[in-house]
């Protein structure tokens, strides 16, 4: 069940959440299993086969389900395991709590509604601005250069810089470029990063991950794309910061060069169903004039 923090704790009002079974094909295999397998079908180049026909052990994957209720956005909840069990000489069963943790629910309804909050609006719902944004850099060529040797990985591994910043994205903004610490965001938000009149790229910003940031790099890297004047997306390369709430696109060629005109970009979000990561929401059509 899930409940309210600041209820009283000896009333509260809980959200009671039911659970269902379901099948996956993400299952464990012990060492125990994975012997037996190997030998009725063993891998490599002449290794004896068994005498008999036999077929592998195929383990079958269970999950459970929860149908959580419509909860309150950017609001702390408290979510309850309880197991069920009955004495075999019991009649009743009984109900202990097992597990408990709190967590925050987000600000957002869905994907969508949090890529396009950088559209501001009035009262009404009518979009009054969009939430873009400058941030004028300081940076010498030395700076540029070593920023182009970052983007496309020819700086020695015994670079200070990268011994400081581990992360990419720190060690640009942080480590490279100085920037000072920028206000929270609190919608989407696209920030045109220049140095003089030169489009260096853009930052995009959201109080909230985009994406899970346990997401791995190769699922990651096409989650944010741009593409400018109808040109190809390819022409484009993401730095995605290690929470996933940020993101530096700039140019594919690490010029740090970015033209102005109309800036297309394509948003999508991706979970994990036990066996791949699918894209479950794309937001596309976020077009920006930049000049």
């Known amino acids: 069940m899930i409940i309210d923090p600041v209820d009283s704790p000896t009333n509260p009002t809980p959200f009671i959440v039911g659970s269902d079974w379901e099948r996956h094909d993400s299952w464990y295999v012990n060492s125990d299993v994975q012997s037996l397998n190997s030998m009725m079908q063993p891998d490599g180049t002449g290794a004896p086969l068994p005498c008999v026909v036999t077929n592998q052990f195929i383990s079958i994957g269970i999950n ?26 019991a009649t009743n069963f009984e109900s202990r709590e097992v597990h408990r943790y709190v967590f925050q629910t987000s600000r957002y309804r869905d994907f969508e509604e949090q890529v396009m909050s950088y559209e501001l609006k009035d009262d009404s719902g009518i979009v009054v601005k969009e939430a873009l944004f400058e941030i004028a850099l300081s940076t010498t060529p030395a700076m540029i250069n070593k920023a182009q040797s970052m983007l496309n990985n020819s700086m020695l591994p015994t670079d200070p810089l990268g011994i400081a910043h581990a992360d990419k994205f720190d060690r640009l903004f942080s480590g490279i470029f100085e920037m000072i610490s920028q206000q929270a965001a609190v919608t989407t938000e696209f920030n045109v990063v220049k140095s003089g009149n030169r489009i260096l790229g853009i930052l995009i910003r959201n109080p909230e991950p985009f994406n899970d940031p346990k997401l791995p790099e190769s699922e990651l890297e096409d989650t944010i794309s741009l593409s400018i004047n109808g040109a190809s997306r390819n022409n484009h390369q993401v730095i995605y910061a290690k929470d996933n709430a940020a993101a530096f696109v700039t140019n594919a060629n690490h010029s740090l060069n970015m033209g102005m005109g109309t800036y297309d970009f394509e948003f999508k979000f991706k979970l994990y169903d036990g066996t791949a990561y699918n894209t479950e929401s794309t937001i596309s059509n976020v077009q920006l004039t930049i000049n």
Do not use: M
Request: aromatic share 16%; glycine share 0%; no cysteine.
């Open 64 to 89: 459970s389900v929860y149908l959580v209720p419509a909860l309150k956005p950017l609001k702390a909840y408290t979510a309850i395991f309880n197991a069920k069990y009955k004495k075999a000489s």
